[in-house]
């Protein structure tokens, strides 16, 4: 990169799945890399052919689990949907599509377990059985499947713009006057926060840096005055 001289560099690197249950509910690794038959969005993607019964685990709560859910019942799969949230794809409630999904989900014969947190899983003859445990009670049950999609968190991929940066010494001579990441290489988000954050990067692009703690917009402070 520091070859072809750029003075402004942006790095658009992208993030990809986590499939050891680190998210919102579990600030630790959960589930041992060495299991078989647990899956990521990427892998879906990526064309991978998951054997039924499947068990899509959303702890993101946006459209994300939600729509892989869909997507694996049109195939035919037998689908269950869990998630620690109280509803389905929950932030949606946000954007108005939350009521939608899941009765659309549940009118394709999705299984829907909502309240209920993924503890733990083991290898079987078979595939997986997966330890749940409510998130209002002890309450806890086993649910076996043949695969498991972790829809949890992300990592930005920024192992270039790391690397660049401990190369600081040598930019000034390549003619770089900034490297900076974008989109979800900086912080996994929505791709509207990422169309954004590139449109915002360009329209900024001779501006001078801001400030650390800078906001985007005018502050104003109103007061009510008896006068």
Avoid: N
Avoid at 44 to 61: E, K, N, Q, R
Wanted: hydrophobic content about 45%; charged content about 20%; proline content about 4%.
């Amino acid at each position: 990169v520091l070859a072809f001289g750029f003075g402004r560099i942006f790095l658009a690197t992208g993030s990809s799945w986590r499939r050891d249950g680190l998210g919102r509910q579990h600030r630790a690794p959960l589930l041992d890399t060495a299991l078989r038959g647990v899956y990521t969005p990427d892998d879906i993607f990526a064309g991978a052919t998951l054997p039924s019964p499947v068990v899509v685990y959303d702890d993101d709560h946006y459209y994300m689990g939600g729509a892989l859910a869909e997507r694996l019942r049109k195939q035919g799969l037998e689908v269950h949907l869990v998630t620690p949230a109280v509803k389905v794809s929950e932030f949606t409630d946000m954007t108005m599509e939350q009521h939608r999904i899941q009765s659309g989900l549940l009118k394709m014969g999705v299984q829907v377990h909502t309240s209920s947190a993924l503890t733990g899983a083991t290898q079987v003859a078979g595939g997986l059985a997966l330890e749940l445990a409510s998130t209002y009670s002890d309450a806890r049950r086993v649910l076996e499947c043949a695969s498991l999609v972790m829809v949890t968190m992300r990592d930005p991929h920024d192992a270039v713009f790391t690397a660049l940066q401990a190369r600081q010494d040598q930019w000034q001579d390549r003619g770089v006057k900034s490297v900076q990441l974008l989109g979800d290489a900086y912080a996994p988000g929505s791709v509207a926060a990422a169309v954004y954050a590139g449109h915002r990067a360009a329209r900024e692009l001779d501006a001078p840096a801001p400030a650390l703690d800078a906001v985007p917009f005018r502050r104003e402070i109103i007061a009510l005055s008896a006068d």
